[in-house]
């Protein structure tokens, strides 16, 4: 067809071997067109762009060490008799499941280290997830056009955390079986179909003995499919908006300034694979993570004292502990038209996470509406030049962390020696108090810092340098800032408050009034970015100031 | 302190204004100069970057011997000690830390020390162009169009209502995920088996418990007679009728009316599951005479038949009749009055059956 495939038309040589590799892909496939796209792709480098990376190579990491796992688990509940080399559990009866854990922990060389690599990378998978959404929420990368992409991101968190849960019960020791214990409390409290559910999913009552083969069918297909389908969403959408950038000298919502991909970000990106991996080894090697033999079997009978679930189940468990059963002589839980309403394991399972994921998946919209900033933003918000999302964000966070520390509320009590149940009153008042003090901190500060950039940027940085005039006045010199310097610190919008406008039939209607009074609070205390006009007047200012300090201090003396 | 705060509040106290046109702002002024790094300008340094590199990918090789040392070398047999798998664990942990770190550090260091460090700027495209939007919704209202779908109101209507049926067999074939619950929860083996009143048996051999063994201030985990015996379900069974044995001074107790006759001597026996979500009730405080779940904290008091005084918990912990038979073991006269174990939907019910 094509001028090339006609036989007298002369061969294609390359000259160098990369570039007949190339060219041999190319005449089958056609892959010239997408290497020439992404080849040179300009990435910008921060260090806060990391955490998605991290996330990424931590789900590598789980892929290839929980195959590994698969080759020697047996997700089977039927008894058996421990018969491997660990001697304090020898003929102890318990499940083939947890057997099988016993078994990749001390007969399968290598396999304590697989079990242990499997179980760091799940908490930083989880954890690098849940940092890379904060930066994200806090650096306004989720604004237009990336709301979609942040929605996978927050299905992505659910996802991580579903896949952490079903892998933690599979060993069926005594810690994962009462999390399954409580999961099967909170079950059972869902009105109409709860007790249904609960018998559906462990099939029959509690613990049965199909529970261990459905999670790990969950562990290893299900969830991991949807996480890597989603992984794949999230990449092509990162691509096709391109990254986003800090703001600073050069950068605007019409570039990107960074690295080409090839070389220097592929390489960087390509060997923190090997970073996160080797961090991940050291801790396996060295940490004790989810010691299955100090467990023992599952029992519904034994429990161990200051047990805590994996971290990120954290926040659902200390909203439980935090839920009172009993209001003075009220009791939470409520028995209407001959029913149970288990309103003290309902709200506290459902509503907090209920409110934080809602809000969450919600918030870009909302952001959107109140400002009406329908514009495309690539370049990033300084978290200080945004106070009421950072606020927002600070108050969330903060909330969050009231519940995950209650889920450690016996251990704070013992450690700090004051009383259980006083820790678990503060933190029913922190649950309430604490995202309220953080927002009004938190946008303080965030005004502060805009305001400490205005100095900064007007009157230089503080060198430290103290010099004593000629009148005997003692003032520390202040350095001017470059102007890539200056750019960075003023380089921002501070938009004002969006007043009510009237819609196509020219009326203010009441929503209009709440999205101005939401757009008031949003941006009525803000600081501007400082202007040359201004910065011209503080230099002129110094001249005019040093002559009246010198004025006074002539006043001074003539006394 | 003469240089502070042009940055004055005006109306609000903490707004600063100032002109928003784009006049009046800094100009961006570009990408700064490129700066050079030592080993651009100075071969010595290059070298010595090359050399470093190539000294952290040896270090890699070294960690993959390390690995490979410690998976041969140290074999696990039937009785290996603890120490030696730990042993093991750790060669493993830093012989792949060694062979990772050395790879990575190695590719990063090169690519910062040697790879041309010029931030460029790319121009970002529009992620679609106008024409294709416009072609993109005609192309969307001629498909809409030609369906019909709007003028024909009978089969859109028709569709919507098969198309949230269909999902229903979906559901439906789990059905068989498991059995009905009916009042399979209602009941433990605490039962009376053929008239014989069980017997309270340690927890977990099984050997009965005589009353003159409880002494005051000591407290037994108890399960019934017979459940050790059971080939199925016996961790179901045991999960429901596990429960908790004291024995306090007869006049710390204040049995409510029909309860008097629940305890012996100053001994009562408590289901030892959670009425919250489940757990263990596993921690007795002797001296106050609480029981306390050590995954929520719920706190439950015994002199007054474990009424909730603290925590998450809403309702008291069922309490289990005993008696003592004639060789002096203690025995339940009945099963529970109420089920036992967190809340359900349909517990209430059940309560009102087993009590009528």
């Known amino acids: 067809m094509s001028a090339t495939s006609t036989p007298n038309a002369p061969a294609f040589v390359a000259k160098t071997k990369g570039g007949r590799i190339t060219n041999f892909v190319d005449e089958r496939v056609g892959g010239s067109g997408i290497l020439r796209e992404f080849g040179r792709k300009v990435f910008p480098d921060h260090w806060s762009f990391m955490f998605g990376e991290v996330a990424l190579y931590s789900f590598v990491i789980l892929l290839l060490s929980g195959t590994f796992l698969t080759f020697f688990f047996d997700p089977s509940m039927a008894e058996t008799r421990y018969a491997g080399s660990y001697t304090p559990l020898k003929n102890v009866e318990m499940s083939v499941a947890y057997s099988s854990s016993l078994d990749i922990s001390f007969d399968v060389r290598g396999g304590l280290f697989m079990r242990q690599v499997h179980h760091w990378s799940a908490l930083l998978f989880v954890a690098s997830v849940s940092v890379h959404m904060l930066r994200v929420f806090f650096t306004g990368a989720f604004r237009k056009p990336r709301e979609m992409n942040w929605v996978v991101g927050g299905v992505l968190l659910i996802l991580s955390m579903a896949a952490g849960f079903t892998g933690y019960s599979l060993p069926d020791d005594l810690l994962s079986g009462n999390g399954l214990r409580i999961i099967d409390g909170v079950i059972k409290s869902i009105p109409v179909i709860g007790t249904y559910t609960s018998f559906f999913l462990f099939g029959g009552e509690f613990p049965g003995t199909a529970i261990i083969g459905r999670l790990y069918m969950l562990h290893i297909l299900l969830v991991p499919a949807l996480i890597l389908l989603m992984i794949v969403l999230h990449l092509f959408m990162v691509v096709v908006h391109k990254h986003t950038q800090y703001p600073g000298p050069g950068r605007n919502d019409g570039n990107v300034v960074g690295y080409p991909l090839g070389p220097v970000y592929a390489a960087k990106a390509g060997g923190f694979f090997f970073i996160v991996f080797g961090v991940v080894a050291l801790m396996a090697g060295f940490f004790t993570i989810n010691p299955i033999w100090n467990y023992g079997p599952y029992d519904p009978s034994p429990v161990s004292a200051g047990t805590q679930p994996d971290w990120y189940i954290g926040f659902v468990d200390g909203a439980l502990r935090l839920m009172p059963g009993i209001i003075g002589d009220w009791k939470v839980e409520q028995i209407w038209f001959g029913h149970v309403f288990t309103f003290n394991v309902l709200l506290p399972a459902l509503v907090p996470a209920g409110i934080i994921f809602t809000v969450l998946f919600t918030y870009p919209w909302i952001e959107r509406w109140i400002t009406k900033d329908n514009r495309e933003h690539h370049v990033l918000d300084r978290p200080r030049n945004a106070p009421t999302r950072t606020a927002i964000g600070m108050a969330g966070f903060v909330w969050y962390c009231v519940m995950w520390a209650a889920a450690g509320s016996d251990l704070i009590a013992t450690h700090f020696h004051v009383s259980l149940n006083d820790v678990t009153y503060w933190l029913r008042a922190l649950f309430f108090v604490g995202p309220v003090i953080a927002f009004i901190v938190t946008k303080r500060v965030a005004l502060a810092l805009q305001r400490k950039d205005r100095e900064i940027a007007l009157h230089g940085r503080e060198t430290g340098r103290i010099v004593r005039l000629p009148h005997g006045e003692f003032i520390e010199v202040h350095a001017p800032l470059d102007e890539y310097k200056r750019y960075k610190l003023v380089g921002f919008e501070s938009p004002s408050p969006l007043p009510a406008e009237p819609n196509a039939h020219g009326v203010v209607d009441k929503k209009e009034k709440r999205r101005a009074k939401l757009s008031q609070w949003f941006f009525e205390d803000r600081v501007a970015p400082a202007t040359p006009a201004e910065l011209a007047a503080a230099h002129g200012h110094h001249g005019t100031h040093e002559a009246v300090e010198a004025g006074d201090s002539q006043k001074t003396l003539s006394h | ?356």
């Not at chain 2, 042009?6 to 106290?13: F, L, Q």
């Not at chain 2, 910062?112 to 679609?128: G, T, Y």
């Not at chain 2, 995920?177 to 053929?194: E, I, K, S, V």
Request: glycine share 8%; net charge negative.
């Open chain 2, 1 to 356: 302190m003469g240089n502070h705060s042009d940055g004055s509040p005006n109306h609000s106290g903490t707004v600063a204004t100032a002109g928003q046109n784009e006049v009046e702002k800094f100009q961006d002024p570009g990408i700064p100069p490129h700066r050079l790094r030592l080993a651009d300008t100075d071969p010595k340094a290059a070298k010595r970057a090359e050399r470093q590199v190539a000294l952290l990918f040896g270090i890699s090789v070294v960690g993959t011997l390390i690995f490979l040392v410690a998976y041969f070398a140290i074999d696990l047999g039937e009785d290996t000690a603890i120490a030696t798998i730990r042993l093991q664990n750790a060669l493993l942990g830093i012989g792949t830390a060694f062979a990772m770190l050395g790879i990575g550090t190695g590719i990063v260091h090169w690519a910062k020390a040697l790879m041309p460090d010029h931030e460029v700027s790319e121009e970002r495209h529009a992620i679609r162009t106008e024409e294709d939007r416009l072609a993109a919704v005609r192309i969307v209202d001629d498909i809409v169009e030609e369906t019909g779908i709007k003028r024909r109101p009978l089969i859109r209507n028709t569709l919507l209502g098969a198309v949230a049926l269909a999902p229903l067999p979906a559901l439906a074939v789990f059905g068989d995920l498991g059995p009905r619950p009916d009042n399979t929860l209602a009941h433990t083996m605490w039962a009376p088996q053929d008239g014989k009143l069980k017997r309270l048996t340690r927890d977990p051999d099984g050997t009965p418990i005589k009353a003159s063994d409880v002494t005051i201030g000591s407290a037994f985990h108890v399960i019934p007679e017979g459940l050790n015996e059971l080939h199925e379900g016996k961790l179901n069974e045991k999960a429901k009728a596990v429960v908790l044995l004291m024995r306090l001074n007869p006049e710390s107790l204040n049995p409510s009316a029909g309860r008097e006759d629940w305890g012996y001597n100053g001994i009562v026996a408590y289901s030892k599951i959670c009425t919250h979500v489940g757990c263990p009730v596993a921690l007795y405080e002797q001296q106050t005479h609480h029981l306390l779940c050590p995954c929520h904290q719920s706190t439950f008091d015994l002199t007054q038949e474990c009424k909730v005084i603290f925590g998450p918990a809403s309702r008291p912990l069922p309490q289990l009749p005993i008696a003592v038979d004639a060789e002096g073991y203690l025995v339940a006269t009945s099963d529970f009055h109420e089920p036992v174990g967190p809340s359900y939907w349909e517990r209430d019910e059940h309560e009102r059956n087993i009590n009528a």
